[in-house]
């Protein structure tokens, strides 16, 4: 977890090298929602992106065990265990993800997300965070061409090849699970994603998530001076 001054002048610093296709977004812990916050319907399912049109304008959209947006999200974001076989079949039959419920079901069991560390998650624009804030995971928005300098950055510093995940994974797991599970191991990597197919239809086709845990966004910042990304 870092502040979000440090991290804002960071991605300030980064996006004079890549374009960023949508303003960078932001995760931390919260005991209350923050003022002007938007929540996810309560009587029907909501795919957190479709709710990114609002984040990109400023709004907060805030989580927690009761407003989910979706079974899927409550244990991806850390506030339920594995869900229902319902979760599975749906997963399998209704969006055809997974060959059959089991391959579903397996799936569920692997995500082992993180509990929640406070009751509200908050999904946020970088930019509009009070300086202060202490923000756990970072998403850029980028192209293929800005995808392709990241990838490279996050493999400048170390001595693997293997510093940027994309697993199958739903769209939340890319963008807030996987980097969040990143934050606490000694060589944390990064992770691109927004692959799955539910989550393509709210965003353009030309954009996919970059995320990391904000330790390891602010070393890749701090290594672009001297790298290829410096004149």
Not at 141 to 147: E, K, Q, R, T
């Amino acid at each position: 977890m870092l502040n979000a001054r440090t991290l804002k002048q960071a991605s300030q610093d980064l996006g004079r090298h890549v374009d960023y296709k949508l303003a960078p977004t932001a995760w931390h812990f919260a005991p209350e929602p923050p003022a002007g916050a938007v929540t996810p319907r309560t009587d029907a399912w909501t795919c957190m992106f479709a709710l990114m049109d609002l984040v990109q304008k400023g709004k907060p959209v805030s989580f927690s065990s009761q407003t989910p947006g979706c079974v899927g999200a409550a244990n991806y974001l850390g506030f339920n265990g594995v869900p229902a076989i319902a979760a599975a079949l749906y997963l399998s039959g209704r969006e055809r993800l997974k060959r059959d419920a089991a391959l579903a079901t397996a799936f569920y069991n692997e995500v082992q997300a993180i509990p929640a560390q406070d009751k509200y998650l908050v999904f946020s624009r970088l930019d509009s965070l009070p300086d202060e804030t202490g923000v756990e995971v970072v998403n850029l928005w980028v192209g293929i061409a800005a995808l392709a300098a990241l990838h490279t950055l996050a493999n400048y510093d170390r001595a693997t090849n293997d510093n940027v995940l994309m697993p199958f994974s739903s769209g939340c797991q890319s963008i807030w699970t996987l980097p969040y599970q990143e934050e606490t191991k000694d060589q944390p990597k990064a992770v691109a994603g927004s692959l799955d197919p539910t989550v393509r239809r709210y965003i353009s086709e030309d954009v996919i998530s970059f995320s990391a845990p904000a330790n390891r966004f602010l070393e890749m910042c701090n290594n672009i001076e001297g790298s290829f990304m410096a004149p």
